[in-house]
């Protein structure tokens, strides 16, 4: 995490109202957190920082993009992402994470460090599925393609049998309403 002070956010120094801060993300800041998932990466996040007397509005914006490969023919794009992510800081007696959408810093903290927002905002705003925009338009010329066209399972058309021993049943319950 020594790579990522420039993601520190010293508020004691800030006077209240709001603050804008900006960062772009590359590869190098997901180095950071040992993730390797994408290719490369540019994406702009913009945080709106609304100091007040007793607590901090923050709204982080992400635009941009990351490359992924396609889980459906390993091949490489540009997934969009636009992402939003609001968080309330407050203070208390010590550090507290576990509602998603507020943040309690302890007393005597003096500043933040808001990567692992961040970080967390991009990974979330990529799709679990991730599928070239190609293949869903159906313009993608692969390999991979054209084997999973040549092992797909064929609609086979069944005419429907049905045993004659229950048919003889069915027969009795028709005989009794008559």
Same mark, same amino acid.
């Not at 790579?3 to 004691?12: A, G, H, M, S």
């Not at 120094?13 to 998932?37: M, Q």
């Not at 943040?103 to 933040?112: R, V």
């Given at each position: 995490?020594?790579?990522?002070?420039q993601? !520190?956010?010293p508020?004691?120094? *800030?006077?209240?109202?709001?603050?804008?801060? #900006?960062?772009?993300?590359?590869?190098?800041?997901?180095?950071a957190?040992?993730?390797?998932?994408?290719?490369?990466? #540019?994406?702009?996040? =913009? *945080?709106?920082?609304?100091? +007040?007397s007793?607590?901090f509005?923050?709204v982080?914006?992400?635009?941009?993009?990351?490359?992924? &490969?396609c $889980?459906?023919?390993?091949? =490489?794009?540009?997934?969009?992402?636009i992402?939003?992510? &609001?968080l309330?800081?407050?203070?208390? &007696?010590?550090? !507290?994470?576990?509602?998603?959408?507020? *943040? @309690?810093l302890?007393h005597?903290?003096?500043?933040? !460090?808001?990567?692992?927002? @961040?970080y967390?905002?991009i990974? =979330?705003?990529?799709?679990?599925?991730?599928?070239?925009?190609?293949?869903? $338009?159906?313009?993608?010329?692969?390999?991979?393609? !054209?084997? %999973?066209?040549?092992?797909?399972?064929?609609?086979?058309?069944?005419?429907?049998?049905?045993?004659?021993?229950?048919d +003889?049943?069915?027969? %009795?319950?028709?005989?009794?309403?008559?």
């Amino acid at each position: 995490m020594k790579d990522l002070k420039q993601f !520190n956010i010293p508020f004691v120094g *800030l006077k209240e109202g709001s603050h804008v801060f #900006s960062y772009t993300i590359e590869n190098t800041f997901f180095e950071a957190f040992n993730f390797d998932e994408f290719t490369s990466s #540019s994406i702009k996040v =913009l *945080l709106t920082f609304v100091k +007040k007397s007793t607590l901090f509005e923050l709204v982080f914006t992400a635009e941009g993009s990351v490359e992924v &490969p396609c $889980d459906v023919t390993n091949e =490489l794009y540009h997934q969009e992402i636009i992402s939003e992510l &609001p968080l309330v800081v407050k203070f208390g &007696p010590e550090y !507290n994470d576990d509602n998603e959408e507020i *943040l @309690i810093l302890p007393h005597e903290a003096y500043e933040m !460090n808001v990567a692992q927002f @961040i970080y967390e905002m991009i990974i =979330l705003a990529v799709p679990n599925k991730r599928v070239h925009p190609k293949v869903l $338009d159906g313009t993608m010329k692969s390999e991979a393609l !054209n084997k %999973l066209r040549e092992l797909e399972i064929k609609k086979v058309k069944t005419v429907e049998t049905t045993d004659p021993r229950w048919d +003889k049943l069915k027969n %009795l319950i028709t005989e009794k309403k008559t």
